[in-house]
């Protein structure tokens, strides 16, 4: 005699097979943007196509199309994958900083972090599409929410990093806008003889004026041009 399957038991099957089957279209979505990541990478910009990301993911064409029917469907999902990690890349390098470092030495501590963060492929494909985004409009629409949303990130995880800074009004934005400025042009132009012994040296430096513009009783010109808390 057959057994018949129940109703439940034929419903739990089915759950599982969209469930497998949902599964295993969101891990090609993910493969197709980590190629796409990639290609930005050691293609540049404008090189990148919808038929080369689909060869460098390894897969069809349909089911490139499935997923991204346009390029500008899949540099906008690109584009917020890359901010995504790009997010979790910042914060795991700050939640690495030993809690025993304290005062200064957890401050220069941070700057590391983020140099590192600022030089790692994910800042250099996001500088890649910045610097795209210049001449392309489109591009660049999508890059702007992008950008508010990271660096409001960032500020949360300043506001942690320098919390005993955070009453100190403009002051405390002016310093943030310095290091952040500063940092990413070094990361921008670390060319030439020396590079690292140079960058360490800078890197000390800024330390060392973020210290000086937070003791400061109102002599420096920086704090001259803010406003007290």
């Not at 992008?146 to 934005?173: A, C, I, P, Q, T």
């Not at 430096?205 to 704090?223: H, V």
Request: net charge neutral; hydrophobic share 35%; glycine share 6%.
């Amino acid at each position: 005699m057959t057994a018949v399957k129940s109703p439940k038991s034929k419903r739990v099957k089915n759950e599982e097979g969209v469930s497998w089957q949902s599964q295993k279209s969101a891990m090609t979505r993910d493969r197709i943007l980590e190629a796409a990541i990639d290609c930005f990478l050691n293609l540049g910009y404008s090189n990148v196509t919808t038929a080369k990301v689909a060869d460098a993911a390894g897969v069809s064409r349909g089911a490139m199309l499935h997923h991204f029917p346009s390029k500008t469907e899949l540099i906008q999902a690109t584009v917020e994958y890359l901010h995504q990690k790009l997010l979790d890349d910042y914060t795991q390098r700050v939640s690495l900083i030993p809690k025993k470092l304290k005062g200064k030495d957890r401050r220069r501590a941070g700057l590391d972090a983020y140099w590192d963060h600022l030089t790692g492929d994910l800042a250099v494909v996001y500088h890649e599409l910045c610097v795209a985004g210049r001449t392309d409009p489109e591009l660049n629409a999508i890059l702007e929410s992008s950008v508010s949303r990271f660096e409001e990130h960032v500020h949360e995880s300043n506001k942690e990093m320098f919390k005993e800074w955070n009453d100190r009004g403009d002051l405390y934005f002016l310093a943030m806008d310095i290091t952040k400025y500063l940092m990413e042009g070094m990361a921008v132009g670390q060319w030439g003889k020396n590079k690292d012994q140079r960058i360490d040296r800078l890197l000390d430096y800024l330390g060392d004026r973020l210290e000086e513009i937070f003791s400061d009783k109102g002599q420096t010109a920086i704090s001259r041009h803010t406003k007290k808390p």
